[in-house]
C-alpha cells in the first residue's frame, strides 16, 4: 500500500538545523511531484517547498526561501527538506506530499512529524 514515512522532526533552538526525510513506498514515486506542506496550531496547512518529479524544478514559500532546500534521490525514493536558521514561527507538523496527474489527480499524505523552534 502507499506509505509516506517523515522523520527528523524535533526541537531545535532558533537559528539550527534540522533535516526532515520522507521514505516513500507504494507508488511510481519518480513520476510524482513532492511537496512539504506544515500546520501549525491554529493555522490553515501551507505548502512550505515542491520539487517536480526529475527534481528539475523546486519553488518555496516565500517564508522559507534561503533559509529551506527541498531534495529527492528518485533511486532511495526520499524527499528531504533541509531547514537551517530556523525560527520559532517555523514550528509546525510537517508533512510530506505526493501528487501526480493522469486524467485524474493521485494525492499521498505522510502523517507528519513535529518540528519546534524554541530556546
Known amino acids: 500500500q502507499v506509505q509516506l514515512v517523515e522523520s527528523g522532526g524535533g526541537l531545535v533552538q532558533p537559528g539550527g538545523s534540522l533535516r526532515l526525510s520522507c521514505a516513500a513506498s507504494?507508488?511510481?514515486?519518480?513520476?510524482?511531484?513532492m511537496s512539504w506542506y506544515r500546520q501549525a496550531p491554529g493555522k490553515e496547512r501551507e505548502l512550505v517547498a515542491r520539487i517536480t518529479s526529475a527534481g528539475g524544478s523546486t519553488n518555496y514559500a516565500d517564508s522559507v526561501k534561503g533559509r529551506f532546500t527541498i531534495s529527492r534521490d528518485n533511486a532511495k525514493k526520499m524527499v528531504y527538506l533541509q531547514m537551517n536558521s530556523l525560527k520559532p514561527e517555523d514550528t509546525a507538523v510537517y508533512y510530506c506530499n505526493a501528487r501526480y496527474y493522469s486524467y485524474q489527480w493521485y494525492v499521498y499524505w505522510g502523517q507528519g512529524t513535529q518540528v519546534t523552534v524554541s530556546s
Open positions: 507504494g507508488f511510481t514515486f519518480s513520476s510524482y511531484t
